[in-house]
T-cell receptor, first 117, second 112 residues
Framework: AQKITQTQPGMFVQEKEAVTLDCTYD???????LFWYKQPSSGEMIFLIY??????QNATEGRYSLNFQKARKSANLVISASQLGDSAMYFC??????????????FGTGTQLKVEL | EPEVTQTPSHQVTQMGQEVILRCVPI?????FYWYRQILGQKVEFLVS????????KSEIFDDQFSVERPDGSNFTLKIRSTKLEDSAMYFC??????????FGPGTRLLVL
């Protein structure tokens, strides 16, 4: 079974609109972390946002927020006020086990986001 | 802002040749990783490294691969005898006391 599932291979959004990128995960470990990374066409991986399994509140970082629904095992990324520069591939990733460093990340297949004028 | 750096940005090699990919993690980080991404596919974990030894490796990381921290700043990935299927983007990442893994810009390896 896939540990991270991203069901949207491609998404389009109008500039200045909000967009939600879906991510569901599968783990039996009570301690885990969820991450979102952005990969522009240049190829680098840019960290966007992190949510720990025990965090009570949804994570936010500027225009990025994470809609964490633990019972549904989903961790959707919401980008508000989309900009042309948001056009990129977005990856959801999970760390299983107690955090603090050293645990590998398991990635989803990504969602290609295109922001249009 | 400190960042992970990788060299070279691109490498072309012949099948069967050895390659060494270099990384300079963020200076106060303790955990180091290599991932790879075959073109158009998802990012895959290769190996993690802590306290001068491998802490975890994936099935991909076979005897052809090795990692080393030769000094206090560099972290290298060596592929002893490259195969066509080793062509990919290779990312180095590092983690400090917080668990977020910060990635380098990657090395695009093409094996001919």
């Amino acid at each position: 079974a896939q540990k991270i599932t991203q069901t949207q291979p491609g998404m389009f959004v109008q500039e200045k609109e909000a967009v939600t990128l879906d991510c569901t995960y599968d783990t039996s470990d009570p301690s885990y972390g969820l991450f979102w990374y952005k990969q522009p066409s240049s190829g680098e991986m840019i960290f966007l946002i992190y949510q720990g399994s025990y965090d009570q509140q949804n994570a936010t970082e500027g225009r990025y927020s994470l809609n964490f629904q633990k019972a549904r095992k989903s961790a959707n990324l919401v980008i508000s006020a989309s900009q042309l520069g948001d056009s990129a591939m977005y990856f959801c990733a999970m760390r299983e086990g107690v955090g603090g460093g050293g645990n590998k990340l398991t990635f989803g297949t990504g969602t290609q986001l295109k922001v249009e004028l | 802002e400190p960042e992970v750096t990788q060299t070279p940005s691109h490498q072309v090699t012949q099948m069967g040749q050895e390659v060494i990919l270099r990384c300079v993690p963020i200076s106060n980080h303790l955990y180091f990783y290599w991932y790879r991404q075959i073109l158009g596919q998802k990012v895959e974990f290769l190996v993690s490294f802590y306290n001068n030894e491998i802490s975890e490796k994936s099935e991909i990381f076979d005897d052809q691969f090795s990692v080393e921290r030769p000094d206090g700043s560099n972290f290298t990935l060596k592929i002893r005898s490259t195969k066509l299927e080793d062509s990919a983007m290779y990312f180095c990442a590092s983690t400090g006391s917080r668990e977020t893994q910060y990635f380098g810009p990657g090395t695009r390896l093409l094996v001919l």
